[in-house]
């Protein structure tokens, strides 16, 4: 069974500070992981694919990477409008195709 | 831009009632899913399905049942409510595409409390 563990399970931080966020995962086999942001009250909105340990992708101010046990959510220098919780999600191969499993969340505070 | 819409932001229904949550979604997509999301168990899975007139259980399909009748809406039917019931709810959508990983688009979600 697909596991997948974020920490801390909250964060705060002044702006301007960086940090990482935690994803630590164990999958049959990793189709592909999962960052989520979501803000309060709304759905989910996509950030990140990450399909192979080694990779990295970048938007803004984020910065995703992936080994083989777990991902990190880098943020930079954030600003208060990046407070929100972020959400990692796993998809493997075995079981069914489209089954995604996830994490509980990290919801981050950025204090001006 | 694509969306994936949910009818209902907010009800409030009683116990033993029949409720509808509707979603539809204007990509395409093949796949449909059911999510609900409470405080400390993050989302977990309910239904999905992966073509009209088809559907798979999730995690947790007790209690719940779906329809899908065309390929853009995705009913969730409580057939008699309970309180432990009470949560929100998120549908969202994907493509099949290629094979590749498989991107959910969300919609905003329905808070439901059952009374």
């Known amino acids: 069974e697909d596991q997948v563990t974020q920490s801390p399970e909250a964060l705060r931080l002044q702006e301007g500070e960086s940090s990482s966020l935690n994803c630590s995962y164990t999958v049959s086999g990793l189709r592909g992981l999962f960052w989520y942001r979501q803000d309060p009250g709304k759905g989910p909105e996509f950030l990140f694919t990450?399909?192979?340990a080694g990779e990295e992708k970048e938007k803004e101010r984020l910065k995703a990477t992936l080994t083989k046990k777990e991902s990190f959510l880098h943020i930079t220098a954030p600003k208060p409008e990046d407070s929100a919780t972020y959400l990692c999600a796993v998809q493997s191969f075995g079981g069914s195709n489209y089954k995604l499993t996830f994490g509980k969340g990290t919801l981050l505070t950025v204090n001006p | 831009d694509v969306k994936v819409t949910q009818s209902s932001r907010y009800l409030v229904k009683r116990t033993g009632e029949k409720v509808f949550l509707e979603c539809v979604q204007d990509?395409?997509?093949?796949?449909m899913f059911w999510y609900r999301q409470d405080p400390g168990l993050g989302l977990r899975l309910i239904y999905f399905s992966y073509d009209v007139k088809m559907k798979e259980k999730g995690d947790i399909p007790e209690g719940y049942s779906v329809s899908r009748e065309k390929k853009e809406r995705f009913s969730l039917i409580l057939e008699s409510a309970s309180t432990n019931q009470t949560s929100m709810y998120l549908c969202?959508?994907?493509?099949?595409?290629?094979?590749?990983?498989?991107?959910?688009?969300f919609g905003a979600g329905s808070r439901l409390t059952v009374l």
């Open positions: 990450l399909y192979s």
């Open positions: 969202a959508s994907s493509s099949s595409g290629s094979g590749g990983a498989n991107v959910l688009t």
């Open positions: 990509m395409d997509h093949e796949n």
